[in-house]
């Protein structure tokens, strides 16, 4: 065959022929790294967006506080929410002391959605950086640092129309981040992680070592080619 006789072959090379680079919407993240506890957030217009994901099918909440340590529940501000059967709830509470933290006179966390699945709460909510309760809220700015703590009730909703956070978490259902944290910075410093993508596009060529053509041979190569 005067495929074989010109050494002519197929190569079907795979090009890296384009980069695509996604700015997907990329969330800072902290996990409590036993699996109970995760929240994503990022920053934008002045507002912080959250998504917490407790492994509870009853409250769930995260809390800021700028208190030296974080500990004793001293300044935490604190966003509370689940799903009792078909409702969705968050509330805004302000703690100073160990005990049940009152809600705030203002709910200043706004709910997105909340959703449980498989023995999992999730709930998506965003807060202004700054509100008008300098003394139950933290008011965010670009220094500000926080560490970050949380809570849940494995299995007990609480009662968004309650004065106070309620029933109790218990011993072992909470946490704290061990450093302060610039939410915002993290949340920025996530969003300018670009996601790339390297597309390899198959590509098919012709390779052929020159070879003098016999004369006699009138069977094409080209009519191989398709
Ligand atoms: C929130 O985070 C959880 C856990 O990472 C995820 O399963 C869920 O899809 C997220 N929800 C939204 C609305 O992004
Ligand atoms: C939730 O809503 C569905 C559909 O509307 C209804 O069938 C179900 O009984 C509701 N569950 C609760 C706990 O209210
Ligand atoms: C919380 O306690 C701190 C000092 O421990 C105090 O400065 C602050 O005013 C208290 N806040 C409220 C709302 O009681
Ligand atoms: C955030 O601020 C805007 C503008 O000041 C205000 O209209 C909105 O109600 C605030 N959102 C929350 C959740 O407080
Ligand atoms: C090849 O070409 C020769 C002369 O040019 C011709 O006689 C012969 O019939 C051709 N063979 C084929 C298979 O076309």
Not at 9 to 38: E, Q, R, T
Not at 106 to 120: D, K, P
Request: net charge negative; hydrophobic share 35%.
């Amino acid at each position: 065959m005067a495929f074989a006789k010109n050494y002519a072959f197929f190569v079907l090379i795979l090009f890296p022929c384009s980069l695509h680079v996604v700015h997907a919407l990329n969330y800072a993240m902290f996990s409590s790294g036993d699996g109970n506890f995760k929240l994503h957030w990022t920053y934008s217009n002045n507002k912080l967006l959250f998504n917490m994901t407790c492994k509870a099918t009853g409250w769930c909440a995260v809390g800021f506080t700028e208190n030296p340590g974080g500990r004793g529940m001293v300044n935490y501000d604190i966003a509370a929410g689940g799903v009792d059967g078909n409702t969705s709830y968050l509330e805004d509470y302000w703690s100073n002391t160990t005990g049940q933290p009152p809600k705030d006179a203002v709910n200043n966390f706004q709910l997105v959605e909340a959703m449980e699945m498989g023995g999992y709460t999730s709930v998506k909510f965003e807060r202004n950086l700054t509100t008008g309760e300098a003394n139950l809220d933290v008011q965010f700015t670009m220094n500000t640092e926080v560490y970050i703590v949380w809570a849940m009730h494995p299995t007990d909703d609480a009662d968004p129309t309650a004065s106070n956070l309620s029933p109790y978490h218990g011993n072992t259902n909470r946490g704290r981040t061990t450093n302060k944290r610039n939410l915002i910075a993290e949340a920025m410093a996530a969003a300018m992680t670009p996601t790339t993508t390297t597309m390899m596009m198959p590509f098919t060529s012709l390779v052929s070592t020159p070879q003098p053509t016999d004369p006699n041979d009138n069977d094409s190569l080209t009519t191989q080619v398709e």
